[in-house]
């Protein structure tokens, strides 16, 4: 059997995800200043593929390019996460219907070994990893809608929550419910209730909208306190 060859990852394509990662995971907060120069000899490379991975994250939303100012990490509003939701709520409640349509034998397998990841890391009290599989779930779940439309809209909007998606599970009890409700979710699935799965996660989705906002706000009164 020929091996399977993997795609290589360009210099951009690195430069990028280290960037986005530094985002998400906090390094770089909101309206954090992205300079080229630096994060050049921070990494060792030349300014050109800097320059390219930052276009990238200003098309996608994770960051806004300042003429003559330059480039900083968004810097989110209740408002945007308001509204970043309401399209991931459309979308996902569009993809859960589908799926029930398309699913195949491959899919239950895949849906099963994501649950059975969520449910490890959840026992080992492991936030980081089980947020990393919440996003391959609900990323799959998208593809099993088979709209490339709706899987490339998703990717833009999905990738604007991920600085804050670790503040979606802030407290115990949110944590012990999410994965009651990915579990419940994914079994109404394989039952063929795409009526059921599609409340539950809505529920899922609203109350993780919730937390979010809660940070932001949070957040903002706190700088506010003292800038005072």
């Known amino acids: 059997m020929a091996a399977v060859k993997r795609p ?18 906090g390094h770089y907060p909101p309206g954090y200043w992205l300079q080229e120069k630096e994060l050049a000899a921070k990494m060792d490379v030349s300014r050109s593929p800097v ?6 994250l200003v098309d996608e939303g994770l960051a ?18 308001e509204e970043i939701y309401d399209v991931r709520i459309m979308l996902e409640s569009y993809a859960i219907k589908n799926s029930v349509k398309l699913i195949t034998s491959n899919d239950i397998k895949v ?7 969520l449910s490890e890391c959840y026992d080992k009290n492991d936030l980081n990893q089980y947020i990393e599989y919440d996003t391959e779930l609900h990323q799959y779940i998208i593809k099993m809608s088979g709209n490339s439309l709706v899987m490339d809209i998703y990717k833009r909007i999905y990738s604007q929550t991920q600085q804050f998606r670790i503040y979606s599970l802030t407290t115990q009890k949110r944590f012990d419910n999410s994965i009651i409700e990915h579990k419940t979710m994914v079994e109404n699935i394989f039952a ?7 409340e539950i996660n809505r529920r899922h989705l609203a109350l993780a909208r919730e937390e979010i906002i809660d940070h932001i706000e949070a957040t903002r009164k706190a700088e506010s306190t003292e800038n005072k």
């Open 51 to 56: 320059r390219e991975a930052l276009k990238q």
């Open 64 to 81: 806004i390019d300042y003429p003559n100012k330059g480039v900083f990490v968004k810097e989110f509003t209740s408002k945007d996460i």
């Open 8 to 25: 290589i990852m360009t210099m951009k394509h690195q430069i990028y995800k280290i960037i986005k990662d530094e985002i998400c995971n």
């Open 111 to 117: 849906l099963r070994e994501l649950i059975d990841n």
């Open 192 to 198: 063929g209730k795409w009526e059921e799965a599609d």
